[in-house]
């Protein structure tokens, strides 16, 4: 099992009224699984990918990631858990305009403190797999959306994330890119990654192996696609 949450619960202030944005989430996540996480907006789907994602914490409830209650820690052992075990993906591409698709890719590696030509080496051949090759010496905005959302992929996989987390990824895109983009997460999960996606678009969860649907902060339902 890659990730287990108990009992999950985050309750904000507003003025005298307490909103849960998360009311008793329980559920688990197996290594290499594909899921899809579905709801309105306000259904609590974002606030549970940023627990999952560790940039928040629970009010109460556990959270396991890899064996570990990670619920209560500190933010530097956060931003060290982020970095070792989870990649995310981002409806808006977060590419830094002034660099190049290669160095975009290549950054995240310096933190990691990874030798330069090894970090060259690896964002290579992430861009190289998902097909940009003949492009990782463009700068983002000489790149389609599609290519830029490919470009911010293959910056996950230099760092070789057992987890991987969507926020709407191809909320942005077209529908051409939006399945070519689509195509890399099934790949990337037939080689074992675990992929978990935020999405409002019914076709796109239809192409995951499991739909978890929220309301009202609960979980609705909890199925497998039936491929």
């Known amino acids: 099992m890659l990730l287990q949450v108990k009992d999950l619960q985050k309750i904000y202030m507003t003025g005298e009224n307490s909103v849960a944005a998360l009311d ?18 306000g259904s609590g789907k974002s606030t549970l990918m940023n627990m999952l994602g560790c940039l928040d914490r629970p009010t109460s409830g556990q959270y396991i990631l890899s ?3 990670v619920s ?3 933010d530097d052992e956060l931003a060290e858990i982020r970095n070792k075990y989870i990649g995310f993906i981002f409806q808006g591409f977060n590419l830094l305009p002034k660099l190049t698709a290669l160095e975009n890719v290549a ?7 990874v030798p330069a030509k090894q ?10 797999s998902v097909g940009l090759g003949n492009r990782m010496h463009h700068l983002p905005a000489e790149l389609s ?3 830029q959302q490919r ?19 191809t909320g942005n895109l077209d529908s051409r890119s939006g399945s070519e983009v689509m195509d890399i997460f099934q790949k990337l999960n037939n080689e074992g990654i675990t992929i978990i996606l935020v999405t409002h678009d019914q076709q796109i969860a239809s192409q995951t192996k499991r739909i978890i649907r929220f309301r009202d902060g609960m979980m609705q339902s909890d199925e497998k696609v039936v491929s």
């Open 107 to 113: 950054l995240p590696l310096v933190y990691r403190g």
């Open 151 to 169: 470009a911010a992929i293959a910056r996950v996989l230099a760092s070789d994330p057992p987890l991987v987390l969507g926020d709407e990824p």
């Open 72 to 74: 209560q820690k500190s």
């Open 67 to 69: 064996g570990e209650d």
């Open 145 to 147: 959306g599609g290519q």
């Open 119 to 128: 970090r060259l080496a690896r964002a290579q051949e992430a861009l190289q």
């Open 24 to 41: 008793g989430i329980s559920l688990s996540i197996d290594e290499g699984e594909y899921v899809a996480i579905m709801g309105p907006s």
